[in-house]
């Protein structure tokens, strides 16, 4: 069982920049795809953002992000990161890191583990 621990969330206004970053654990870091996902207020339904494959070999966004939105990880901190500029009030939800060793469940938003949350406000 992993174990995934998000921060850096907050509040921004329009325009402005948050990076989260979520960290992995036991050290087996290196081995898992990992992904970003949110939740917008309401939704009943998390949608994905971000991935990243284990060997930095595949990236992905969603459309909705696209140039703003920058996903990397450091394998040696087994943690990944969402750096996120130009947010929108849109971008506001509750954003979750997940992870799994199959990159097609990443891809499929159906990764097999989960953090918490933390939670991202731009507000206008």
């Known amino acids: 069982q992993v174990q995934l621990v998000e921060s850096g969330g907050g509040s921004v206004q329009a325009g402005g920049s948050l990076k989260l970053s979520c960290t992995l654990s036991?050290?087996?870091?290196?081995?898992?795809?990992m992904g970003w996902f949110r939740q917008a207020p309401g939704a009943n339904k998390r949608e994905g953002v971000a991935a990243i494959s284990t060997g930095v070999t595949s990236t992905r966004y969603a459309n909705s992000v696209k140039g703003r939105f920058t996903i990397s990880r450091d394998n040696a901190k087994n943690t990944v990161y969402l750096q996120m500029n130009s947010l929108k009030p849109e971008d506001t939800g509750m954003y979750y890191c997940a992870a799994d060793r199959l990159w097609g469940q990443i891809v499929a938003e159906r990764p097999s583990s989960w953090g918490q949350g933390t939670q991202v406000t731009v507000s206008s």
């Open positions: 036991p050290d087996t870091y290196s081995s898992w795809h």
